[in-house]
């Protein structure tokens, strides 16, 4: 899924692109993989040192070298970031660089999201899967409400009745219970 | 002889009316998913695989070796229709394929993709029943110690070899085993990583981080970037080709299915250096090169053959050893451990029936691929035009939908939510999906075989070399290494001493 053409090596991408500057916003990768390296080593630390005769490494070792694996990782992408080093964003077919992130796009669709994960057992998948349709395709520009909740219905019925009925797939019914 | 009979047997249940009912339904799913655009086969293969969690696993299968052969098909048509490849391995048949389409010949475009696919799915099923019972005849005789050491090559491979940037695919992989090892440890029984959350000790399942990093991550940056002009689709007739295209056709179909399969077959293997071989072969070996960058048709018909024979070759390693080299073979082995079977050696013992039913059914479900794709692609071609909201409204609700099928716990929504916003990360930093996917499924495993390579040795690290194989491989991975040492040190002084 990667894009294929991105920059060979840390040294070919000073030779292809040098003119756009650092990408600074990767200083926060290695921040985020720094702090998730040490929490690796803390919680490794606090698992118990069992080792046996079947199992002498015991499940420390593990995870407190992939720890210090991720601090290092970290220490080294935030030296080949200072030396201009950046990945390439993933391109595709709807997908527009040249314009900025649309976080209110993306705040909306996490919103739906997360509205789904809380409401799924207690309405039933029919109804929070309605929303999530509904809700998504709201926050992606879409303004047809009407014709949007028919499609939103539409499509959490059929995958309720071919999946959790028809095929047995774990979809909760929720409040409709007994109903559908 | 024997496994011919285990192969005649597979055909049989696969012929029965339910099941070849299934073939069907899964080739026309998978083929509707995967034309989807930005939708690639790792993608309509993960967000499709909850649906068969209510079936047996034979039937489950059969299902899903037509999604797997469908959703190949439906990636190319995208890439030859809108020119933007699903997945890096159709990046080759987008190059001649979409200069075809706009120069009017897209029904030949898509007719020699089919064919050819077809062709080489055939031969490469063929030789995947060939060769896979002697890798497995081999693999027996591995130890731990050679596992590790093919599951370390793995890491290598997805990370450096294949990948664009050492350090980014490094990251992802590191991410890929921290993820991996998340949940309580097999051998002693201590939870990890799990802070404390009890849904979590069963560790977060590969379906769920396989639908988080390509489903949710993919619509969320596409959404947070959203073109809003639609690109524009080529319109297309039922594909055919004339006597001249066959001719033109027939010769990188077998190349490219000669490149494909051995690069698919192998533990470091993959689809991009096939697919891309095969293109400057067919270049090369033309007739017409004048033809070649304004939609050649040897361009698209050894590509296309190539990238088919090599996902059949990535059976041979996911089947027989248990390694999975491409993103599409990780998510079936994700399949497989959902029912509790473990690929392997011992698989073509343990579960003989469901192996051969799997591979009696790619043959089906490529012929059924061929007989529905040339009537039918106009229909498909029509997919392409979806309103961008519905699609990736749609993506993200049955994304939703799988991962809560697959412990039926709402908390696995929020972890997907997670994922799916590292996915995003992943994709504006450039940092490539594969290896995190291939960490997951392979951490847990190569800390199994490390721990037991070291019980034999009693934690003396000597252990983790033992056995022919575990030389063999520690020397690639010296040699992978060290290359871009060389290169930079000998290689380029060479170069430009002579220059």
Known sequence: MSSPSSPTDEESVQDTRPPEGKDRAQYGVCAFLALLGTAVIVDGLGIPHITSGTDPVGPRAVPLILGVLLVVIAALYAVDVARGGRGEPEAGEDVDLTQGSDWRTVLLLIGAFVVNAVLIERLGWVISGSLLFWGTAFALGNRHYVRNLLIAVTLSLTTFYAFAIGLGVNLPAGVLQGIL | ????????????????????????????????????????????????????????????????????????????????????????????????????????????????????????????????????????????????????????????????????????????????????????????????????????????????????????????????????????????????????????????????????????????????????????????????????????????????????????????????????????????????????????????????????VLIASLFVGNLLLLLLNLPLAPAWAKLLRIPRPYLYAGILFFASMGAYAVNAQPLDLFVLLVLGLLGFAMRRFGLPVLPLIVGVILGPRAELQGRRSLQLSGGDLSGLVGGPVSYAVYTTIVLALLWPLVRRFVVRPLRERSA
Request: glycine share 12%.
């Open chain 2, 1 to 356: 002889m024997d496994n011919l009979n285990n192969l005649m047997q597979g055909f049989a249940d696969v012929v029965a009316p339910m099941n070849l009912l299934l073939a069907l339904i899964g080739v026309v799913i998978g083929t509707a998913v995967g034309v989807l655009p930005g939708i690639g086969p790792a993608m309509t293969v993960a967000l499709l695989l909850p649906i068969t969690y209510g079936m047996e696993p034979v039937q489950a299968f059969i299902m899903f070796a037509g999604i797997f052969y469908g959703g190949m098909y439906g990636g190319s048509t995208t890439s030859i229709l809108l020119n933007t490849p699903g997945e890096s391995s159709s990046v080759v048949t987008a190059i001649e394929g979409n200069k075809m389409a706009k120069a009017g010949r897209a029904a030949q475009a898509l007719a020699t993709a089919a064919i050819g696919s077809f062709v080489a799915g055939t031969i490469g099923t063929l030789l995947l029943v060939l060769v896979t019972p002697f890798v497995v005849d081999f693999a027996v005789s591995l130890g731990a110690p050679d596992y590790f050491a093919l599951m370390l090559l793995s890491f290598i491979a997805v990370t450096s070899v294949l990948g664009s940037s050492r350090i980014r695919g490094l990251i992802s992989l590191l991410l890929g085993l921290t993820i991996g090892l998340v949940g309580i440890d097999a051998v002693s029984g201590q939870q990890r990583l799990t802070l404390g959350i009890p849904q979590l000790a069963d560790g977060i399942d590969v379906v769920v981080v396989a639908v988080g990093i390509f489903a949710v991550g993919e619509a969320l940056w596409v959404a947070a970037h959203l073109r809003r002009r639609p690109a524009e689709i080529i319109p297309v007739g039922r594909p055919w080709m004339g006597a001249k295209d066959w001719k033109r056709s027939w010769k990188p179909w077998l190349r490219g299915t000669a490149y494909g399969f051995p690069f698919g077959a192998l533990p470091a293997g993959g689809a991009e250096i096939p697919t891309f071989l095969s293109y400057t072969t067919e270049k090369r070996l033309t007739k017409h090169p004048e033809e070649f960058g304004k939609g050649a048709i040897e361009g698209v018909a050894g590509p296309e053959a190539a990238n088919n024979a090599s996902a059949a070759g990535t059976l041979v390693p996911m089947l027989a050893l248990g390694l999975p080299t491409n993103a599409t073979a990780a998510v079936m082995l994700a399949a497989f451990q959902s029912y509790g079977i473990q690929p392997g050696p011992l698989l073509f013992d343990r579960e003989a029936s469901l192996v051969w």
